[in-house]
């Protein structure tokens, strides 16, 4: 399996054509743009074979290729290799995930009122946040359950996006809803149980629009990695991956945060990686010491809930922090991350803590 | 919440007068058909609460109530408690699955061509099958990985069911596709991946046909079970229960087996639980034992992958066993169920493994 | 690493000889006698390397080896591969484990009284059981909980052993107790908290007595006969595998019982494997269904929690199944495994079961 | 389960008279120094029985009892309740772990030479290490694995303690080496494989010297806390709390770090928590990152494999940092920690963070 990076100034027709020859040759590719790079992968190619060899050949004489990457195992388009530097995600003029940046993502677990969400959205914003989260709809374990408010819920994103500036992340959880969806959220997120349905992870990719994308609690890092790849090979390099906790055995916590499949991303995958605390620890009292530590781990974000109204929420109210509590986290945070800039002498550091 | 069980003789009339009755009183409701029962749950109605106990005793009036239970924390269509009794489910004229039969489903993991699937169908439905698997549309990890040769597999399993007689199970990955598998399976099979894809349940839940539903490999047994309750919310109670493995830690096996979920399965629910060996094990060589647990362990039938050819399959081949292995099998297990069959001196026995 | 096979009638100072040739040429060597068979390992020895064919050669020479294997991963005295054959444990005049027996071992979790001792005793002995199980001293999580009547509760057991003419089955868990524990019974049992305690290990195999290794709940597959292996490593062959349920997600049950653990051991090791449904699921009214399906997945025994005195047991009383229960539990498999005895045609099917 | 913090100035012998009031009346009593603090804990008393109520009276009339607590689940003596702040371990005149210092203990694996251990010992105390860590007797899981070079490299462990000033920590895994480990060491380290080892745990907290206990990864929180009560209802409360990663699924990292243990930790217990990222992930490319990350979450230390001679090491080398990366470790986590101490404004920000 080849991919492989193309000049940045390639034009669309010069990939087409590029791609015609492939495909007029019997091989399937898929292409997508991560952050400021193009990328193509041939999934049915190996490079050690006589006719990979001379395709690669081929490829080198159109001068319209950077770089090839021969990937094996890991996810081709969304591997580190491929790009060779970690991507950025434009999420709107004032918002952009990852390249050196933190992010903080916060609101309520599901939005329930105009005077809810506007309270929490102007709360979160005075304290910090780029990005305002809530749920519409709520895929729940029991059809019983309160399922959010649905589209009058998109309607109140919208608004509270209107009034506060923020863009909106929420989770789409019906291909039927894509459209709907898409028409207000900045960044559409996948949900940890829908992690590996493949039709809706396509619908969502052709939207273009930036798609978060919470690792499935029973799913590996390759199979996060490998559903990410979905997003990508559908023509969508705007992918944020999340840990959100995996399930683990013992019950003090809800589920299991997985620190280390943080830096483990970093390495594998050019993606930003945002982290939820909230979700993966299901209390209120453990949110802040987690998402400091996502932050000192290498994370280019978190998502917290954060609720103006108590333990009166209808989804999750007992994992939300006040909007207090998230302002002293941001503040504190960021402090830390200030601290880990690397300054001067720190370059020979930097060489250190990467070697071995 | 409350679940009634009504008298079989109820008629449709009579229950939308019931159902009416509760909806102008703010009530949501939701009903199925389970075997011989018609169950209705209230969700939102609190046995204990004065109102609650008003509606019950209106209930009582109406003649129509076989039994009522409070249902605490069980999905209350789902609950044994609500029919009494297990419930069996009628796929086709020739198979009904539960009642104190076992079913034998077999076939490829992949439906891959006319002769493959139909030699492979001969073969089980010679050695007992009573239902033949296969896949036309799969969900892989990976965007590149075989998925299945779709609609093209379809014709072919509707041909193979002419030609044998066996129905078929096969597999539901996309909301888009449920009318048309639904054209050709007896039984839609939602895979683990989508366990909680409580969109495509709803929508497969609407075809009225049987679904298999296989466990999430990260959910537990409860969520499992809640699941299940979409489908029978929607209307549809003819749902079998599978087990196939969970995630938990080693790598011996490509899942951990989780074979306490059959027994406990059975008694929190009176649904048919089907266990699948092989993708809980992953491995040819373990399928024959674990088949044998399932049905000593109260399985209502297992479902194999079978496949003629060897280790050239296009997917989980190294798991498949062949027909003469699931011949043998079949014949053991056959022996070991009539074995246990309840004997004259065994009615206390039976009592006696219950009590405690 | 190699482990040898040697001829049944070489005698012990052959065997020394050729221990000390090895041992001059700065050789590790390892030795046990499992079954009828006499294996040695030489851990340091590459079957490839020239000194290794070397010295295969020279022990061909000797006429004293009956077979040799080149054991890469598996614990070579514990494998299938040396011996060829599933081994037999001899616990006592009347009772053997393995060799194709099955071994019934029942009693309460810890010993309390005389009277709840010998009660159960008798009850189970009635009922079938070939080994007393019951603890005198007990590992538990607080260091405040009942600790087990340790000494007087070893005098009881002898007690019972007489009386009854059941063997013992009683877990050790300090090596300061070793001495006395092996005067009393006949089986030592290592527990699961204990099953990488190697310190222990050691003391409890140079007693020579029969070993019962409990599986620890966080301890892999290899893990489990890696821990075996110190037993046999250290001279004794006599050893029992006993799968006791792994910590995964979920807590329906107490520990998920690892089903594919049977058949996977049974694969790669000639020794016994007993299962112990009752703390693996923590609840009585799954063991029966458990013990039966370990019993058809190939286990050699279970071991169960019988208690006459219900719910007042001083350790884990609700997991103990009652005697008429267990009694029960007995005729079924017992009728179940009979079933399975191969009879005339089956010759065919076992082969092709092994098959594909 | 009650436990009482006596007031600091209570003589010893004020104590024993308390006990042997509580003896006589039958009840058990276990006592424990934690940090500045006396505890006592009467396993036996509930606070709310009369008979409860009537010796909390006369405990109240004593004047040695500062506070008294009703502990129900959480181990008493360990219990950040019992002393209402977190307690420091005093392990050398130079060294106290807790107490809102941070500490590095770094060293290699194994202890294979006095070149190797003396040029790594030398090496991380100038790169700020404050304690050593080596291990003379390691558990592994094969009988013929490398076991460590036993008491030589106690031996060495003394020279390297002697020449550096660095206080040793070192695992013992014997109780016949208790005595010999305890001459040397300055922390005795129980490692996950005998965190349930309860024979083992007595021994080493009889030494009265500082313990290291590692959390099995088999077990929960709670069960890890219980282990440790063990050691204080011994009598030694100078216990360090060690994660080191539990089982749980995938292998893209040898175990999972816990991270949500280290704050889960800090809330329930006083004692120290010190994270071990070196064992948890296995792999040196993650070790930076998830040292940073306990940091920010909490922990009072980290325990680092770090080795000077690369991918030889004896013993899980792998998973080592060179000395330069733990220097770059510790110049970056300490400006990260050093950000994080509250300044002026943060009193109320600590409030926030601590409310919901």
């Avoid at 959010?148 to 500036?165: P, Q, S, V």
């Avoid at 028409?183 to 978060?212: C, D, K, S, W, Y």
């Avoid at 199979?223 to 906790?245: I, Q, S, T």
């Amino acid at each position: 399996m080849i991919v492989a990076r193309l000049h940045p100034d390639v034009l669309i027709d010069e990939q087409s054509r590029l791609t015609e020859v492939w495909r007029q040759r019997g091989h399937r590719s898929f292409h997508c743009r991560a952050g400021r790079h193009t990328l193509v992968t041939f999934p049915d190619l190996a490079a050690a074979s006589p006719q990979g060899r001379e395709f690669l050949a081929l490829l080198g004489t159109t001068g319209a290729v950077e770089s090839v990457v021969d990937s094996t195992d890991a996810p081709p388009l969304g591997s580190l290799a491929a790009t060779g530097e970690p991507s950025a995600v434009r999420v709107s003029d004032d918002c952009t995930v990852g390249g050196g940046r933190f992010t903080w993502i916060a609101g309520p677990c599901a939005v329930e009122s105009e005077a809810q969400l506007l309270g929490v959205a102007r709360a979160v914003r005075e304290r910090g946040a780029h990005l305002l989260r809530g749920g519409a709809f709520k895929p729940r374990t029991s059809p019983y359950a309160f399922q959010g408010i649905g589209k009058d819920g998109l309607d109140l994103l919208r608004a509270a996006a209107a009034e506060t500036g923020l863009g909106v992340v929420t989770e789409v959880v019906d291909a039927a809803h894509v459209e709907a969806v898409a028409e207000v959220a900045h960044v559409l997120q996948i949900g940890a149980r829908n992690a590996q349905n493949f039709a809706l992870l396509h619908e969502v990719a052709l939207t273009g629009r930036p798609v978060l994308l919470k690792r499935g609690f029973g799913c590996t890092v390759p199979e996060w990695l490998h559903g990410a790849e979905y997003l990508l090979a559908a023509g969508n390099g705007k992918v944020l991956l999340c840990e959100r906790g995996v399930r683990a055995h013992g019950d003090s916590t809800r589920f299991t945060l997985d620190i280390s499949a943080v830096p483990l991303a970093k390495r594998l995958s050019h993606l930003p990686v945002i982290v939820d605390p909230s979700h993966a620890c299901g209390r209120s009292d453990l949110v802040a010491p987690l998402a400091a530590a996502a932050a000192a781990a290498g994370a280019d974000g978190v998502m917290v809930d954060v609720d103006g109204q108590g333990h009166a929420a209808l989804c999750d109210g007992e994992q939300a922090i006040t909007p207090d509590a998230f302002g002293a986290l941001v503040r504190r945070t960021d402090r830390m991350l200030h601290s880990l800039d690397p300054v001067e002498p720190e370059a020979d550091a930097a060489r250190e803590l990467a070697g071995r």
